[in-house]
């Protein structure tokens, strides 16, 4: 009785930990989220290529030196709030009363049941994180880092176990969990784009909608302090942010992969499911112990991304979730239910440019998810088992 007593109260703790989280997401209201970019170039213009081959210029990221064909300084990028971004109402109506909408409950449901066994979900990716050379790398496999991350992350703050699978390309597949819990996730298919478009698999894919790349080594550290960056948020300051402001990503690699990524998905989530039109729809880049996220809406062309990665890990507690980071990947895992659906009804952002330097029509035609292969018939050669049958008929009278 008396353990029992104890286990109770335990899990009444991790959800008062989860309403804690809820609430920081809330209080966060004013502060940045998504930072909307200009491309100046990419690769997309050069036909189709693998997202590991995509070549990204654009402010703060991937410019080493200025270029005469670069707009001129100062760089801007329009910021939107966290309540801009998400629909505040339905999550302050989540504290009240979780039992408000049905569809709704079964997303916090997720929620509520990961505190429940976060214990179990961090000792796993603890392991992950504690298995390191002398030199401080990870001696575990980008694909045991997959594995676990969906396990223990993804699958269960995305409703269904069975809705979050790993690219059936990956090499060394564990039979479970290399963090020891014996639970399992599938491979399947996570291919997206087309042969004439930017193409590739995602690591990881969610409720095959939300792809996922797993980078085996640290994000990129921003050169910028996260205390000044918390201060010059204010209630005010969403119109735009500056050079002096904030870096962004300063290298292409893998960036450009992801932005690839997130930009192909945009369109191929639409041709699949015309009612995410207008969706800021996201991808994810993480390693084990830090995220980032990437947004793209293919039909008003706005890519967005979080201007600095976020902890995975509390600051206070390397060996516990950051919790309002668990809240902030779960509202992005489950957008179609709480972000808002179009950011342009409030304001006026610039666009990406993306339409006007790739071949537009092909994202809109060819784009898709869950592709097996990238293999064109048009650039398939036609070999002799492959004509007509009436041309074979032919040949066999001729031989004859």
Same mark, same amino acid.
């Given at each position: 009785?008396?353990?029992?007593?104890?286990?109770?109260?335990?899990?009444?703790?991790?959800?008062?930990?989860?309403?804690?989280?809820?609430?920081?997401?809330?209080?966060?209201?004013?502060?940045?989220?998504?930072?909307?970019?200009?491309?100046?170039?990419?690769?997309?213009?050069?036909?189709?290529?693998?997202?590991?081959?995509?070549?990204?210029?654009?402010?703060?990221?991937?410019?080493?030196?200025?270029?005469?064909?670069?707009?001129?300084?100062?760089?801007?990028?329009?910021?939107?709030?966290?309540?801009?971004?998400?629909?505040?109402?339905?999550?302050?109506?989540?504290?009240?009363?979780?039992?408000?909408?049905?569809?709704?409950?079964?997303?916090?449901?997720?929620?509520?049941?990961?505190?429940?066994?976060?214990?179990?979900?961090?000792?796993?990716?603890?392991?992950?994180?504690?298995?390191?050379?002398?030199?401080?790398?990870?001696?575990?496999?980008? #694909?045991? !880092?997959?594995? /676990?991350?969906?396990? %223990?992350?993804? &699958?269960?703050? *995305?409703?269904? $176990?069975?809705?979050?699978?790993?690219?059936?390309?990956?090499?060394?597949?564990?039979?479970?969990?290399?963090?020891?819990?014996?639970?399992?996730?599938?491979?399947?298919? #996570?291919? !997206?784009?087309? /042969?004439?478009?930017? %193409?590739?698999? &995602?690591?990881? *894919?969610?409720? $095959?909608?939300?792809?996922?790349?797993?980078?085996?080594?640290?994000?990129?550290?921003?050169?910028?302090?996260?205390?000044?960056?918390?201060?010059?948020?204010?209630?005010?300051?969403?119109?735009?942010?500056?050079?002096?402001?904030?870096?962004?990503?300063?290298?292409?690699?893998?960036?450009?992969?992801?932005?690839?990524?997130?930009?192909?998905?945009?369109?191929?989530?639409?041709?699949?499911?015309?009612?995410?039109?207008?969706?800021?729809?996201?991808?994810?880049?993480?390693?084990?112990?830090?995220?980032?996220?990437?947004?793209?809406?293919?039909?008003?062309?706005?890519?967005?991304?979080?201007?600095?990665?976020?902890?995975?890990?509390?600051?206070?507690?390397?060996?516990?979730?950051?919790?309002?980071?668990?809240?902030?990947?779960?509202?992005?895992?489950?957008?179609?239910?709480?972000?808002?659906?179009?950011?342009?009804?409030?304001f006026v952002i610039e666009k990406s440019n993306f339409h006007k330097i790739a071949p537009l029509r092909h994202y809109q035609q060819y784009s898709k998810c869950g592709v097996i292969d990238f293999s064109s018939k048009d650039k398939t050669p036609r070999v002799r088992e492959t004509q007509s049958a009436r041309k074979r008929r032919h040949s066999d009278d001729v031989s004859r």
């Open positions: 009785m008396a353990e029992a007593m104890i286990g109770k109260m335990n899990i009444n703790t991790e959800i008062t930990k989860q309403h804690i989280g809820l609430r920081h997401i809330l209080k966060n209201a004013e502060k940045h989220e998504l930072a909307f970019q200009e491309i100046f170039n990419c690769s997309a213009a050069c036909g189709g290529s693998t997202f590991s081959k995509a070549v990204f210029r654009m402010p703060y990221f991937g410019i080493d030196e200025c270029q005469t064909s670069d707009p001129p300084e100062p760089w801007m990028s329009t910021v939107c709030r966290m309540k801009d971004v998400f629909d505040y109402d339905i999550l302050a109506k989540l504290l009240d009363d979780p039992n408000f909408d049905t569809n709704i409950k079964t997303n916090y449901d997720d929620l509520v049941k990961f505190i429940e066994d976060k214990n179990q979900h961090e000792v796993c990716l603890q392991k992950m994180c504690q298995s390191k050379c002398s030199d401080g790398a990870l001696v575990v496999t980008k #694909t045991d !880092i997959a594995y /676990a991350l969906a396990v %223990h992350l993804f &699958a269960p703050l *995305s409703n269904l $176990q069975k809705s979050c699978i790993l690219d059936n390309h990956s090499e060394g597949f564990p039979k479970s969990c290399p963090g020891g819990c014996g639970r399992s996730v599938a491979k399947g298919t #996570t291919g !997206i784009g087309a /042969a004439q478009t930017w %193409h590739g698999y &995602a690591d990881i *894919s969610v409720n $095959q909608t939300v792809p996922v790349k797993v980078l085996s080594e640290e994000p990129h550290d921003l050169s910028v302090d996260e205390e000044q960056l918390d201060q010059s948020d204010s209630e005010d300051s969403y119109d735009s942010i500056t050079a002096t402001r904030t870096p962004f990503y300063q290298r292409t690699d893998p960036i450009s992969e992801v932005l690839a990524m997130t930009i192909t998905n945009g369109f191929a989530q639409v041709n699949e499911n015309n009612s995410l039109t207008n969706f800021l729809i996201p991808s994810i880049a993480c390693s084990i112990e830090d995220v980032m996220v990437f947004t793209y809406d293919s039909q008003n062309d706005l890519l967005a991304c979080i201007p600095e990665h976020f902890r995975l890990w509390s600051r206070t507690d390397k060996h516990h979730f950051d919790i309002s980071s668990i809240v902030r990947i779960w509202l992005y895992l489950n957008f179609r239910t709480f972000m808002r659906p179009s950011i342009l009804e409030s």
